[in-house]
């Protein structure tokens, strides 16, 4: 087991590597002057020409590459070409936001779709199978923004049961954190939801076929201990890779949702850093986003490894 | 002779299906007497299987189940999943084909056989683990307390069969029901399963239903035979009547294409093995009259094509030793 996390530690830094020069590559080749488009038009030429230096963008773009890469590995990414604060003080200040939306919404998705995915495997073909597949196909089609509207029109606006708007920090007012994230959660949730409820299904259908889950009810096993230790927990195999890459979406930050919600998140962060050729945000933005995807990932397949014994076995011989 | 522990009369299981029924089981009658072995053949799809997992009510909401079948004096078709689950394990045991597919690949082995302990009664955790461990034990497992540990995977097959074994023992059932349990395995495991479960049926004076499609099994184990074809019993008797004197045309065919190996005869002088032309009819397009007359070679009577031959006793044979054909009725032996 340690073996096999030591492995997949070694291959996430190497894909790192590999997306942290596209990353600076794309930058490079993305058209406009950052410190043009910082300063406005009527900056005088010394100042304008003093921040490129500063910003070491008139060096070669190998050197500009490993300074870069260099002082990401100590955590400075740089400096915003906007607001002058450190990228990472800006990172940091974003994350509570993200990860209290992304975990509330991933919590939304599997309340929706395990037992709406598994109520609809088990009765195929009726009525509540219909009724799920019908529920999933509207959840994938509603557009986050609309639910996002919907939601506070009806909740915020006609019964007045929850604030339309804005964030609070968990440390400040643990109530009021949840109040303010209950709507975001549900708009970001319900389209993972959506696609995490045919998945269920999918994976339960299949694991019902299973010659185990027969074997298990010949030895006289109650139907719910049945489907608890026999159908879900081995439809949980797969449902925690495509959970995972939910969850990895999640806390990239849903731009859109965090719009509608003024949600101080991360995506929100990455969308202003494009408005503005924020470089050096966008940069440690998308670096932190392709980190996200393989501590995620990572973390799937240890689930993985533990969830299935076969795994390690294979990769231990 | 004593009561049988399992009688089986007139079993009909049928599937729904977009072409209609699919009619799979056509009148299964069979009895299995306790401490006996009785052998139920036929190729696939014959509903060897189908008729077992009727049995315990473990098909598909699609299936349709008619007939009757007592278990220790009590009814099971038609009984309730509670009623029905009680008999499961503890009745009535189940062995099925790939022990690889049967057992749950991310549970241990010790998971596995307490489920079935733990059903029908209450036991303690540390009574799970040494009723499992003696049950290993009793399977022929060495080693059993590190095996409990053990992953499906980490076990060879034929050792994934002694755990299946264990876990059908687990209920004390007075019947097992053997679905082709030895066809996955190679020829040497194969052996030491059945000489496993013939020891364990002497042991436990259980009635074994022994579910195959290889004759050459039936042989060595079988008290008595049921040939199946097409969801009916085409031939049944005690395995020395019924293999010596094979009436009904399919039972000849299937015989016919076993091989003889210690036949003295040089190669070139033995007889030719003899394959049956065509393929098992349509269950849901099954032809009228005998299922077998599209593809039976004698076909000696007019009424094959339009009315099923009733299972009669066979001519000049013991009693149990009945077939269903018109060929017989008239007295014919090749």
């Known amino acids: 087991m340690t073996r096999y996390a030591l492995r997949r530690l070694a291959q996430s830094v ?12 794309i930058m490079q080749l993305v058209p406009g002057d950052p410190i043009r488009a910082a300063l406005g038009q009527q900056a005088d030429p010394e100042t304008y020409q003093a921040l490129r230096e500063r910003a070491g963008l008139d060096d070669p773009v190998p050197v500009q590459f490993v300074t870069w890469i260099g002082n990401a590995l100590t955590g400075d990414f740089g400096v915003s070409f906007r607001t002058g604060e450190t990228v990472l003080s800006l990172i940091l200040e974003r994350v509570p936001a993200t990860l209290s939306l992304a975990v509330a919404a991933i919590v939304v998705a599997l309340l929706i779709a395990i037992p709406l995915g598994t109520l609809s495997a088990l009765n195929p073909r009726k009525p509540v199978d219909w009724f799920a597949s019908l529920s ?29 708007a804005g964030y609070v920090a968990l440390t400040e007012d643990p109530v009021d954190w949840a109040r303010h994230l209950i709507l975001p959660a549900i708009t970001a949730g319900v389209s993972s939801g959506a696609i995490l409820t045919r998945f269920v299904r999918s994976s339960v259908l299949e ?72 470089y050096p945000v966008l940069q440690g933005a998308v670096l932190l986003f392709a980190v996200i995807f393989l501590l995620v990932n990572l973390l799937v397949d240890l689930a993985y490894a533990r969830l299935d014994p076969r795994i390690t076995y294979r990769s231990a011989r | 002779m004593t009561a049988p522990v399992l009688a089986v009369d007139d079993l009909h299981v049928a599937f729904r299906t977009r072409r209609g029924p699919a009619r799979v089981v056509n ?31 473990l098909l598909p909401g699609t299936a349709q189940v008619r007939g009757s079948a007592v278990f220790d004096g009590a009814e099971l078709i038609g009984r309730s999943e509670e009623e029905l689950r009680r008999v499961r394990g503890a009745g009535i045991g189940m062995v099925f084909q790939d022990p690889m597919t049967s057992l749950n690949p991310v549970l241990t082995v010790e998971r596995q056989i307490g489920e079935a ?4 009664e209450k036991v303690s955790d540390d009574g799970v683990r040494s009723r499992a461990a ?55 495991v194969q052996a030491q399963i059945l000489e496993l479960i013939e020891r364990l049926q002497d042991e436990h004076g259980m009635g074994v239903v022994w579910i195959t499609h290889d004759l050459g099994v039936v042989a060595g184990i079988a008290d008595h035979v049921v040939v199946m074809y097409a969801g009916r019993c085409v031939e049944e008797g005690a395995v020395d009547e019924l293999f010596g004197r094979p009436a009904h045309p399919y039972t000849r065919g299937l ?19 003899v394959t049956m032309p065509g393929l098992p009819p349509d269950p849901a397009d099954l032809p009228p009259g005998c299922a077998f007359h599209p593809r039976c070679p004698v076909r000696a009577d007019a009424r094959c094509a339009t009315e099923p031959p009733p299972l009669a006793p066979v001519p000049g044979s013991a009693a149990e030793h009945r ?8 007295g014919g032996h090749a």
């Open chain 1, 14 to 25: 190497a894909v790192l590597l590999g997306v942290s020069v596209l990353v600076f590559a």
């Open chain 1, 136 to 164: 999933s196909q509207a959840g994938l089609s509603v557009p986050d923004f609309w639910l996002g509207i919907m939601l506070i029109l009806v909740f915020a606006g006609t019964l007045g049961w929850l604030p339309s």
């Open chain 1, 207 to 278: 694991s019902l076929g299973q010659d185990h889950v027969r074997t298990a009810r010949a030895k006289g096993m109650r139907a719910r201990d049945v489907l608890t230790w026999h159908v879900l927990r081995n439809a949980l195999v797969p449902l925690v890779t495509v959970g995972g890459v939910q969850l990895a979406y999640l806390l990239s930050g849903v731009v859109v949702v965090e719009y509608v919600f003024a949600w101080p998140g991360l995506g929100q962060l990455a969308f202003q850093a494009v408005e503005s050729r924020d």
């Open chain 2, 27 to 57: 009148g299964l009658s069979f009895e299995l007497h306790p401490g006996r072995t009785l052998a139920v053949v036929g190729e696939s799809g014959s509903g060897k299987s189908v008729s077992s997992l009727a049995l315990l009510g």
């Open chain 2, 117 to 120: 302990l733990r059903a029908h």
């Open chain 2, 134 to 188: 003696e049950l290993l034990t009793e399977v022929g497992i060495p080693d059993a307390a590190a095996r409990l540990r053990a992953y499906p995977h980490q076990l060879s097959g034929g050792m994934r069969q002694r755990v299946m074994i264990a876990i059908a023992l687990a209920g004390n059932p007075k019947v097992l029901i053997a679905d082709e349990a030895t066809t996955a395995l190679d020829v040497t």
């Open chain 2, 255 to 273: 015989l016919g294409a076993l091989p003889v190996v210690d036949d003295p005869r040089p190669a070139r002088e033995r007889a030719e093995l």
């Open chain 2, 323 to 330: 077939a269903a054909t018109f060929y017989v009725a008239r």
